[in-house]
């Protein structure tokens, strides 16, 4: 049963089709990597699985629900229970600690403040982040981390990263790959990953492109 599925949506700027017939489907535990080039829309489709822009033909299923039919509310409800993102540049706030940058996302869906505190911490003990450091303070990679636990605070159906590890140096590169791709197995969601880091990708279970609006599988199952 996928937990993600993406059926031959359209999406057009201007006269322009960034989507067009694009396609996707995955399995809870297991990840895509999409790369393609400069401008072709990757980053479009990651808005349009994220329901903040709607496509203009398909659906997108996640958690059973077909996101594109959704209010504004219920979208965002939807949004907050089953979906994590992490942005290039980990979009922390820096006035935050780490362990509060986490917890707030777990705030704003609800959870009390204990829970969200404690659920924070044990995160980012997981994925090997002081707690003690200032957010400002903090590495790319570390950074990244952090971004990652915050995604996951939630415990998304559907974990997305638009270019992940684009501002980070080549050893922390390979780190946050390797932690990003081992959370579909660990924390039981699926992963999408924009990248255009070829070894990135090549991470990923299902390797795609996005071409002429579409996403063309370039790789087989492993
Ligand atoms: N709301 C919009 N209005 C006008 N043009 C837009 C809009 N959104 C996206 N575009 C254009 O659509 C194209 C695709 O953008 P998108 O960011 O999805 O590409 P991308 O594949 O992620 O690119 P990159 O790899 O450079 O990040 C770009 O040419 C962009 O300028």
Do not use: W
């Not at 590169?173 to 990953?193: I, K, Q, W």
Request: charged share 20%; proline share 4%; with cysteine.
């Amino acid at each position: 049963m996928p937990v993600l599925d993406v059926s031959d949506i359209a999406y057009s700027v201007a006269d322009r089709a960034l989507l067009s017939g694009a396609g996707l489907s995955l399995p809870s535990g297991s990840s895509a990597s999409v790369m393609g080039p400069s401008g072709s829309g990757k980053s479009t489709l990651l808005m349009c699985l994220l329901g903040l822009i709607r496509p203009m033909a398909g659906t997108i299923t996640i958690a059973g629900t077909d996101i594109t039919g959704l209010s504004a509310k219920a979208l965002t409800a939807h949004r907050r229970k089953h979906m994590g993102m992490v942005f290039q540049f980990g979009e922390l706030l820096p006035e935050l600690t780490p362990v509060e940058n986490v917890m707030l996302a777990a705030l704003l869906s609800g959870e009390a403040a204990d829970a969200a505190r404690d659920r924070a911490e044990s995160l980012l003990a997981e994925l090997n982040v002081s707690t003690s450091a200032a957010t400002g303070a903090l590495s790319g990679g570390e950074r990244q981390r952090v971004a990652v636990a915050r995604a996951l605070v939630n415990e998304p159906t559907v974990l997305l990263a638009d270019e992940p590890t684009g501002s980070l140096d080549s050893e922390q590169r390979e780190a946050v790959a390797n932690l990003l791709f081992a959370m579909p197995r660990s924390h039981g969601c699926a992963l999408v990953v924009v990248t255009h880091d070829a070894g990135v990708a090549a991470r990923a279970d299902v390797q795609l492109r996005l071409v002429d609006g579409r996403l063309i599988r370039v790789e087989g199952l492993r």
